[in-house]
């Protein structure tokens, strides 16, 4: 089988990682891929993940048996329709949701207003436009703090603000609306703040049946004891320990089903990953986002607890059968802990070579590039804000993070930055 994966981070490496060891793949292209899926048994194509057309070419003269979409902007697009409507394209098999599906992404408020007719416990909200300022400034008075405002549209990770003081929360309020993001937030979800402990939980789903794939943990601020500015995310761990089989079983009877049940109820189209961002409110689950994709860096840690073949479940999913197929999960602890550019999640230099002559990962730590290229010497330099994440499996969480911080300490390139307690909270 020929699968043709789109996208170009960390997510996209660990995801082809696990792709190759499945005896179903005789080649993996990526589009465009990093210096890691380069050097990893991949086919990198100069190609965006939103250039269809191209992707429409590059599928119809390699042969593609299968597509598997990385990021949440193609999806949103529609790739998956566009597949769907092609008379040449249509036989082929999209794991990720159509646009509709998609949405549970890319609109804030379709999403809240999806979890609202389906009685998913969530926060309470209400949604506003630059016509309804007065009555956005009225509603900020009946929460208390913090105050958690939310670009409808998407902005890559970064429009969500949880905010200390309503004076605070009111100008960046009036600024979000005023084109703070751009057209992602000419709506703003403003949402009460619920306290807790957040969680990442991830299924796959042929739009009838599911599996649910590891739980992990993320950590999205800058600045270790989770402060300083949100970022995309600088590590991750898994298993969480507060979801246990209790916990889990609350997840999925009052979250999962619903969700999947909800989807088909609506006659969406929804074959792919659903990510489910909650919060542990003592004891209860309650869903903060939900995002169509993998997520990031979760994904490097997932993709290492998963025993099972996931193109066989990808298979499941293609075909309609995903009930019938296994999944198992490996019992060890796994740790990602993300090296960034010195200046993210603001202004950071690209280009900088990556030393990783030092690197003495061993069979239990893998090395997931995320924002890397090829410079034209052929040298591995930086390309982005994240950079790679080390990921290693332990038989107990301490063993896992100590693992991927020695990893980390030893790759060398100019402002390289990370947290060292990924975890430590755990």
Same mark, same amino acid.
């Given at each position: 089988m020929k699968i043709l994966l789109l996208g170009s981070g960390g997510r996209e490496h660990a995801l082809a990682w696990k792709i190759l060891q499945s005896p179903k793949v005789d080649k993996l292209f990526v589009a465009p891929g990093n210096a890691g899926t380069a050097v990893g048994g991949c086919v990198n194509v100069a190609l965006k993940a939103d250039d269809f057309e191209g992707i429409k070419r590059l599928v119809l003269a390699e042969g593609i048996d299968m597509l598997?979409?990385?990021?949440?902007?193609p999806l949103v697009k529609g790739i998956y329709?566009?597949?769907?409507?092609?008379?040449?394209?249509?036989?082929?098999?999209?794991?990720?949701?159509?646009?509709?599906?998609a949405e549970l992404e890319g609109s804030k408020d379709f999403a809240k207003r999806f979890m609202h007719r389906h009685g998913i416990p969530t926060a309470a909200y209400r949604t506003f436009d630059g016509t309804q300022l007065d009555e956005a400034m009225s509603f900020l008075e009946t929460l208390a703090p913090p105050y958690v405002l939310k670009a409808d549209g998407l902005c890559a990770g970064k429009?969500?603000?949880?905010?200390?003081?309503?004076?605070?929360?009111?100008?960046?309020?009036?600024?979000?609306?005023?084109?703070?993001?751009g057209q992602a937030s000419a709506r703003v979800v403003v949402e009460e703040f619920l306290s807790g402990v957040e969680c990442s939980v991830f299924v796959l789903t042929d739009g009838k049946d599911y599996k649910i794939l590891p739980?992990?943990? =993320?950590?999205?601020?800058?600045? !270790? *004891?989770?402060?300083?500015? $949100?970022? /995309?995310?600088?590590?991750?761990?898994?298993?969480?320990?507060?979801a246990d089989e209790e916990w889990m079983r609350k997840v999925e009877e009052r979250i999962i089903r619903p969700t999947v049940e909800g989807l088909a109820s609506e006659n969406i189209d929804y074959k792919g990953f659903i990510f489910f961002g909650l919060i542990n409110c003592s004891g209860e689950p309650k869903v903060i986002e939900y995002n169509c994709?993998?997520?990031?860096?979760?994904?490097?840690?997932?993709?290492?607890?998963?025993?099972? =073949?996931?193109?066989?479940?990808? !298979? *499941?999913?293609?075909?309609? $059968?995903? /009930?019938?197929?296994?999944?198992?999960?490996?019992?060890?602890?796994?740790?990602?802990?993300?090296?960034?550019?010195?200046?993210?999640?603001?202004?950071?230099?690209?280009g900088l070579p990556i030393d990783m002559s030092g690197v003495q990962a061993g069979a239990n730590t893998i090395v997931f590039h995320a924002g890397t290229a090829f410079n034209a010497d052929g040298v591995v330099v930086t390309a982005g804000g994240r950079v790679m994440g080390i990921s290693s499996y332990g038989s107990t969480q301490n063993e896992a993070m100590n693992r991927?911080?020695?990893?980390?300490?030893?790759?060398?390139?100019?402002?390289?930055?990370?947290?060292?307690?990924?975890?430590?909270d755990l």
């Amino acid at each position: 089988m020929k699968i043709l994966l789109l996208g170009s981070g960390g997510r996209e490496h660990a995801l082809a990682w696990k792709i190759l060891q499945s005896p179903k793949v005789d080649k993996l292209f990526v589009a465009p891929g990093n210096a890691g899926t380069a050097v990893g048994g991949c086919v990198n194509v100069a190609l965006k993940a939103d250039d269809f057309e191209g992707i429409k070419r590059l599928v119809l003269a390699e042969g593609i048996d299968m597509l598997v979409v990385g990021p949440e902007d193609p999806l949103v697009k529609g790739i998956y329709d566009y597949f769907r409507d092609d008379t040449e394209l249509s036989h082929i098999p999209v794991i990720g949701p159509s646009r509709a599906g998609a949405e549970l992404e890319g609109s804030k408020d379709f999403a809240k207003r999806f979890m609202h007719r389906h009685g998913i416990p969530t926060a309470a909200y209400r949604t506003f436009d630059g016509t309804q300022l007065d009555e956005a400034m009225s509603f900020l008075e009946t929460l208390a703090p913090p105050y958690v405002l939310k670009a409808d549209g998407l902005c890559a990770g970064k429009g969500v603000l949880i905010v200390p003081t309503l004076e605070e929360a009111k100008q960046e309020l009036r600024d979000m609306l005023g084109g703070m993001f751009g057209q992602a937030s000419a709506r703003v979800v403003v949402e009460e703040f619920l306290s807790g402990v957040e969680c990442s939980v991830f299924v796959l789903t042929d739009g009838k049946d599911y599996k649910i794939l590891p739980e992990a943990k =993320d950590y999205k601020r800058i600045g !270790e *004891g989770d402060t300083g500015l $949100n970022t /995309g995310g600088m590590g991750s761990v898994s298993p969480v320990p507060f979801a246990d089989e209790e916990w889990m079983r609350k997840v999925e009877e009052r979250i999962i089903r619903p969700t999947v049940e909800g989807l088909a109820s609506e006659n969406i189209d929804y074959k792919g990953f659903i990510f489910f961002g909650l919060i542990n409110c003592s004891g209860e689950p309650k869903v903060i986002e939900y995002n169509c994709r993998m997520g990031d860096p979760e994904t490097e840690t997932v993709m290492l607890r998963l025993k099972s =073949d996931i193109v066989d479940l990808f !298979e *499941g999913v293609a075909e309609g $059968n995903l /009930g019938q197929r296994k999944i198992q999960i490996d019992e060890r602890h796994a740790v990602c802990v993300m090296l960034v550019s010195g200046g993210y999640p603001g202004t950071y230099a690209k280009g900088l070579p990556i030393d990783m002559s030092g690197v003495q990962a061993g069979a239990n730590t893998i090395v997931f590039h995320a924002g890397t290229a090829f410079n034209a010497d052929g040298v591995v330099v930086t390309a982005g804000g994240r950079v790679m994440g080390i990921s290693s499996y332990g038989s107990t969480q301490n063993e896992a993070m100590n693992r991927s911080f020695a990893v980390a300490e030893q790759v060398a390139f100019e402002g390289k930055y990370f947290r060292h307690d990924i975890g430590a909270d755990l």
